[in-house]
């Protein structure tokens, strides 16, 4: 599909995505349309926290199990957001694990 930005690519794909009632993990710090998307389709979004102590990457094992099992999707922002920086490869296999041990 033809977009203006990555922003509004973000908040169109929640229509193809979300459902009313869905959950969508969330990034906190994070931009504005992350939670603006799910929210025009009626979902709730769930933030997690990007914390300098973790080097901003998401600490997946703090998502509560009954939390990750209803999510039906997750926004991960990174390496852009909040920091320039890159993920190790690590975290992306945890992330994928986490993904195949969930809804997402």
């Known amino acids: 599909m033809s977009i203006n930005g990555s922003q509004e690519g973000l ?4 229509l193809a ?4 009632e869905d959950v969508v993990l969330v990034p906190n710090p994070g931009y504005p349309i992350f939670q603006m998307g799910p929210y025009l389709c009626g979902a709730q979004t769930v933030c997690y926290d990007l914390l300098p102590e ?7 094992d703090a998502i509560p199990e009954q939390v990750a099992q209803k999510a039906k999707a ?5 390496p852009m957001n909040p ?3 890159t ?5 992306y296999e945890k992330l994928i694990d986490f993904a195949k ?3 997402l």
């Open 101 to 103: 041990n969930t809804r």
């Open 54 to 60: 973790n080097n901003y990457l998401p600490d997946l």
């Open 83 to 85: 920091l320039c920086v």
């Open 74 to 78: 997750m926004v991960v922002s990174y």
């Open 17 to 20: 995505l979300c459902d009313p």
């Open 11 to 14: 908040a169109h794909i929640a």
């Open 87 to 91: 993920a190790p490869r690590a975290f």
